[in-house]
């Protein structure tokens, strides 16, 4: 999945998400006829919204978040007033892990770096983490999505938002309704921040 680090200093010397791109083209190993999901979004968006690996749709196309939970968290943005094309949309995990699998910590561990330097760039007042390995990967290793679902966090001046994923809300319809209200809640935030 990763054929070689980086290290800090190389990625500080990064100045903007294109080269930062390219980097991940150069790390990352998408399986065979998979494409890498870099991310798409506006370069200084004031909301990011973080998943945390791309599915078979996003490995086909490249893009993050085209699938079914793509297309229903498209809906609940809309239903929010957030327009996504406003919106930084990326994955901790740049390559969709062999078999769909949930990613390993080391894999994590690993996309960790690329992952920071690019919150960095764009700088977002807002992320919003989709799912408890988009929590666990900026806020802390040991978080429980079910825990802290919809509780505002702080870190370096950048207000977090932890929700579920889309794609838990499927199965869940208590969830599904959770979901929701945490991105009325974002949209409630970007109002007051003048966006």
Known sequence: MIVETVSPYDLQAIRNLEALDAVCHRVFLPEPGEKLVFGEGPEHARLLLLGEAPGEKEAETGRPFVGNSGRLLNKYLQEADILREEAYLTNVIKVRPPGNRKPKISEIKEALPI???????????????????????????KAKITEIRGEWLEKHGIRILPTYHPSAVFRDEIKRELLKQDLFSAANALTKLGT
């Open 115 to 141: 992952l920071l330097r690019q919150i960095e760039l764009i700088h977002p007042a807002i992320i919003v983490c989709l799912g408890s390995i988009a929590v666990q990967a900026i806020v802390d290793r």
